[in-house]
């Protein structure tokens, strides 16, 4: 989903479940990060959440890129997705309506990719989004 996709708060009922799992991570990682992705998409296979973004990068950390750092730049990013974590799942299980019992943050270099991966209570019933 681009920016120029984000629909209002009154179309936001409209959206494929993916889109709003999409839309809701980026919102998360914007107000945490202080800056969100520039895109996502989410997959949903039966208990398993994938939401793949790109962008979002802050200024300081495409800097240590340059500079040759990717792996302290992934330390970072992985130690702050622990301490969001709580908060970041709460907001997939609301979209949700469901427990998510699981999760897991990566982040890619060349190309840039932030992969954040949702495990979803196995004993419910598989994951669809109809309107895909």
């Known amino acids: ?10 179309d936001y009922e409209a959206l494929s479940m993916s889109a709003r799992i ?25 208990e398993f959440v ?10 300081d950390e495409e800097t240590m890129i ?3 750092q990717e792996e ?8 702050f997705q622990a301490v969001i974590r709580p908060e ?3 907001r997939v299980e609301d979209v949700l309506g469901r427990k998510v019992v699981n999760y ?7 190309p840039d990719r932030m992969v954040e991966i949702f ?9 669809t989004d109809p309107e895909e």
């Open 72 to 79: 302290a730049v992934r330390e970072y990013r992985l130690r």
């Open 22 to 46: 999409s839309r809701t991570v980026v919102r998360a990682m914007k107000d945490l990060y202080g800056r969100g992705p520039t895109h996502a998409k989410t997959y949903l296979c039966d």
């Open 1 to 10: 989903m681009s920016k120029a996709d984000t629909p209002g708060e009154e």
């Open 66 to 68: 340059r500079g040759g």
């Open 104 to 110: 897991h943050s990566q982040i890619l270099f060349d």
């Open 119 to 127: 495990v979803i209570d196995p004993t419910a019933e598989p994951l």
């Open 88 to 90: 970041l799942i709460r």
């Open 50 to 59: 994938f939401c793949v973004m790109t962008g979002g990068l802050t200024r």
